[in-house]
């Protein structure tokens, strides 16, 4: 590493990290960003997973919070290349009588399809849509003063109750029930726990807002357009480079790090209190991921056709299932049936893949650290909502949790959210983002507003770091 002194050097090229590193750079500062993967991105890369001449996606696949992000859109990532693709319907979900219930982009079509339940449907969904705009970017900041406390207000309420009470409460359709809980098992918790709701509120209103898109040629051209995004703004990136202490940085006012607190206990070493060790030590992980990826040789044949209209399909069956399923991976159990995510994205992207070609992503949730195979389990679920999907499967690939920490030493134990909790905790933190150590900050997810790519906590880290420290 050269003498050069920087403004500021970002560790790691995540969403969050390239956040960072922009934020500082557009303010005309030298910002130099560290990657220690040979490919920036974190979890947005993209990769030939099969050896087949596809691109699959390692991490990332689905961009609710992205297409959304009020950061990204700040950028004007299309014009450096970001092309996003929205299915005609965000989500679709099956059920075993061989239909789907879907997560339209109309909330009205969504509501119409739900029967007797469309009306509770819109109760639970209307209030978010019809203030998304206001909304969003309040939920994807830290603990502030609301611009819009009555509409903030209201999705707090709502948001602070556990999945399944919100369920209780307004469904009573399998299909209703269904189409919430998984998207509430986004949230890796038991869905009785309180804040398990926010992440099916968030999910499902941006799926009426914005869509679920997914990146055009993959993930990795969010990283790319983030890249040139960053390069035009004077940015320096240096890859294959892992940081174990900070004294290997160069010097710098600002140092944001885009790891989780584990590593920063390492990193920092002796320059943190003892204290502070002692608490960093504490963050809780969650659960971790079993990640598949496929190619085949021809599209799913789903059952239900409706589920060839999207391009992510949450297989879990109903909503006790997949409320049975994460409450066993919680306690450190593996689930017969897991709760399966799924993306293929081909259907929409014919970028991805050679003709004839279908790469699918997946994903269930498994205890933290887990190395059992799940392949069986998951292959049995999509089996179960369509058959025949095995005959389809030219090429596989597995990642257990360690080998997915081993491929970005954020997911620690395979949880890919940096941390776990009642999400209300993330945003109470009195000071988040910073570090004991002066000029140093942390931009990760598992600061506020969390997991995702959509560089929100990247950018609140930056923000904060250049008041402090210019
Ligand atoms: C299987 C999977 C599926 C997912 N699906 C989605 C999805 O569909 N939609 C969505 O929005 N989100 C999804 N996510 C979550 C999303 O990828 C993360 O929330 C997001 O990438 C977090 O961004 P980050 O910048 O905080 O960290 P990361 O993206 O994890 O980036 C951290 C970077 O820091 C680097 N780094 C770490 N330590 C060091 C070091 N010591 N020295 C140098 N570099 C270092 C890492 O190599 C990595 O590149 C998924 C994640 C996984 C794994």
């Given at each position: 590493m050269s003498d050069k002194k920087y403004d500021a050097v970002v560790v790691g090229s995540g969403p969050n990290g390239f956040a960072a590193a922009i934020t500082m750079a557009k303010t005309g500062r030298s910002v130099l960003m560290i990657e220690a993967?040979?490919?920036?991105?974190?979890?947005?890369r993209s990769s030939d997973l099969t050896h087949t001449g596809s691109i699959h996606d390692i991490c990332s696949a689905v961009h609710p919070l992205g297409i959304a992000s009020p950061f990204f859109n700040s950028l004007g990532l299309t014009s450096y290349g970001l092309e996003w693709i929205n299915p005609p319907v965000a989500m679709a979900h099956p059920l075993d009588d061989g239909t789907a219930v879907l997560l339209e982009r109309s909330l009205d079509t969504t509501i119409n399809n739900l029967g007797p339940d469309g009306r509770n449907y819109a109760k639970v969904m209307r209030p978010m849509v019809g203030h998304w705009d206001k909304l969003l970017p309040e939920i994807l900041s830290p603990l502030h003063f609301p611009k819009h406390p009555l509409a903030l207000g209201r999705f707090g309420f709502a948001a602070g109750q556990s999945a399944g009470y919100l369920i209780f409460k307004n469904f009573r359709s399998r299909q209703a029930k269904a189409l919430f809980a998984g998207m509430a098992a986004h949230s890796k918790m038991p869905l009785d726990k309180p804040g398990s709701a926010a992440f099916g509120l968030l999910l499902g209103a941006a799926g009426h807002a914005v869509g679920w898109p997914i990146a055009k040629g993959g993930s990795q051209s969010i990283a790319a357009a983030l890249k040139q995004c960053f390069i035009a703004s004077g940015g320096e990136i240096k890859t294959g480079m892992e940081i174990h202490?900070?004294?290997?940085?160069?010097?710098?006012?600002a140092v944001l790090l885009d790891i989780t607190p584990r590593q920063l206990a390492a990193i920092a070493g002796n320059r943190l209190p003892e204290n502070n060790r002692r608490k960093l030590a504490q963050h809780r992980y969650g659960p971790g991921v079993f990640k598949m990826d496929w190619v085949l040789n021809g599209p799913i044949p789903w059952k239900a056709a409706d589920c060839l209209k999207a391009a992510t399909v949450h297989i879990g069956g109903t909503f006790e299932e997949i409320a049975g399923a994460e409450d066993e991976v919680w306690h450190g159990q593996h689930p017969e049936y897991p709760f399966v995510l799924l993306v293929q994205p081909c259907l929409f992207d014919d970028t991805r893949t050679p003709a004839g070609k279908h790469p699918v992503w997946a994903y269930c949730h498994v205890p933290n650290g887990s190395t059992v195979d799940m392949s069986e389990k998951i292959e049995f679920q999509i089996e179960r909502f369509a058959p025949g999907f095995r005959d389809r499967v030219l090429f596989r690939s597995k990642m257990n949790t360690m080998a997915m920490e081993a491929d970005?030493?954020?997911?620690?134990?395979?949880?890919?959210?940096?941390g776990v909790g009642n999400p209300f905790s993330l945003f109470l933190k009195?000071?988040?983002?910073?570090?004991?150590?002066?000029?140093v900050y942390v931009c990760s997810s598992?600061?506020?507003?969390?997991?995702?790519?959509?560089g929100m906590c990247g950018y609140h880290a930056a923000e904060k770091a250049i008041r402090e420290m210019f």
């Open positions: 993967n040979k490919t920036i991105g974190g979890g947005m202490s900070l004294s290997e940085l160069p010097q710098a006012k970005n030493p954020n997911y620690v134990g395979g949880d890919i959210a940096g009195r000071t988040p983002y910073k570090t004991p150590i002066k000029g598992s600061m506020p507003p969390g997991a995702g790519v959509h």
